[in-house]
């Protein structure tokens, strides 16, 4: 079975420094993706980055950078630069390639941006 | 990009009511569309895959005659919490997937007094 685990309850980083949130994921299938997303505490959740398992480089989108270690089967997510409004709670997923392509997802991180 | 609307994004009826939740794709077809629930501070769990055209999958441990979904079109599915009880309280959303990662919709926070 897929899982995603998230260590990290709640973390705090201080304005304009970086931030790794970490994920680790568990499966036996050899492909498979690996997405982070946003949710703020009005509930919606938004699609930060991607990395699919045959991706030969670590995914990057503006301020987001996935640290993707396959051997390690860990997926960090990078926030450069951080801004109060990157303070939300941040979810890891895994979705495993065929069939419905249901996402798996962890327990979150609940990020805080300190001015 | 892809914009999946959920609504209504807030419900609160008295318990023994049913409640129908829609879930849109805007601007792509999803063939395929997913149910979560999320009790707060906790994650997202998947309740059901609906399948245009065809009954849903639910997940192990979801009832299927309390959470009916229909998934009439392409654009559309919809999600009723039958005979809703207070326990039945959660904040639910869907997703959809189109062409690239499944993209959401802004939820609804279901209050059963």
Redesign the interface.
């Known amino acids: 079975a897929q899982k995603i685990t998230q260590t990290q309850p709640g973390m705090f980083v201080q304005e304009k420094e970086a931030v790794t949130l970490d994920c680790t994921y568990d499966t036996s299938d050899p492909s498979y993706g690996l ?1 982070w ?1 946003k949710q703020p505490s ?6 930060l980055i ?1 990395q699919g398992s045959y991706d030969q480089q670590n995914a990057t989108e503006g301020r987001y950078s996935l640290n993707f270690q396959k051997a390690r089967k860990s997926a960090n997510l990078v926030i450069s630069a951080s801004q109060l409004g990157d303070s939300a709670m941040y ?1 890891c997923a895994m ?1 495993v390639q065929g069939g ?9 991180t609940k990020l805080t941006v300190n001015p | 990009g892809a914009v999946v609307s959920q609504h209504p994004s807030r419900v609160i009826c008295k318990s023994g009511t049913s409640v129908k939740i829609e879930c849109r794709s805007l601007d792509f077809q999803a063939t ?1 569309m ?1 149910w979560y629930r999320q009790f707060p501070k ?5 309740m059901a ?1 609906s ?1 245009e055209g065809s009954k849903a ?1 639910y997940e192990q441990g979801v009832e299927k005659d309390k959470f009916l979904i229909n998934h009439a079109s392409l654009t559309l599915s919809t999600l009723t919490v039958t005979s809703a009880h207070p326990e039945d309280s959660s ?1 639910y ?1 869907c ?1 959809a ?1 189109g062409v ?8 609804t ?1 279901l209050s059963i007094l």
């Open positions: 997405f997303y009005s509930g919606e959740m938004i699609f991607y979810f979705k419905s392509e249901k996402l798996v997802f962890g327990k979150g | 395929t997913f906790q994650s997202l769990m998947l895959t399948n999958t904040f959303i997703s997937r690239g990662p499944q993209h959401f919709g802004d939820g926070r």
